[in-house]
């Protein structure tokens, strides 16, 4: 007997797609997973490995110096910064608060850090494999992901990458 979702699932536009197929990669990857994180640390983790890239700090460094330094501001600091720290207490990421630092904090990614990555990387090509992404899926979803990118870009570009 068909799962009872699939006539709804096969009428769904493609915003509502897009959303099944990410929450079934995550939660694809949550299960496997060594190590229990939630799905928003999953993505901070990823960020702290793109904000590790030279390019990317040079650019962090150079908004934080622009940035008014309002309580808004603050509070949103001290609640970014509590996220990073229970990165830290899983022994995945390290936080810097120096006060030399050219930013109130920063991260880099421990050992530790760098091998659950590498398992999340791993989970995520096997996720491919079990949902059957076809070279013609992975085509449509390059041009997908090339056409969306824009919009992102240019929201954050307007804003001067301080989201």
């Known amino acids: 007997m068909p799962h009872p979702h699939r006539n709804a699932i096969a009428n769904m536009n493609a915003s509502s797609l897009i959303g099944i197929i990410e929450e079934s990669k995550m939660t694809y ?5 060594s190590i229990p994180l939630h ?10 490995k793109k904000h590790d890239k030279p390019h990317h700090k040079k650019i962090r460094v ?3 110096e622009k940035a008014e330094k309002t309580d808004l501001f603050n509070l949103h600091l001290d609640l970014y910064l509590k ?9 995945l990421i390290e936080v ?14 421990t050992e530790k850090g760098k091998d659950v990555l590498d398992e999340i990387a791993r989970l995520e090509s ?3 494999d079990v949902v ?8 449509v979803l390059r041009n997908l992901g090339l056409n969306s990118f824009e919009i992102s870009y240019r929201h954050k570009k307007k804003r001067d990458f301080i989201y």
């Open 83 to 91: 996220k990073y720290k229970k990165l830290a207490k899983k022994g």
């Open 132 to 139: 059957a992404i076809s070279g013609d899926d992975l085509e």
């Open 96 to 109: 810097d608060e120096s006060p030399d630092s050219a930013l109130a904090y920063d991260c880099t990614l």
């Open 62 to 64: 150079k908004q934080f």
């Open 39 to 48: 799905e928003s640390q999953v993505k901070l983790l990823k960020q702290v």
């Open 29 to 33: 990857v949550r299960e496997n997973l």
């Open 126 to 128: 096997e996720w491919e």
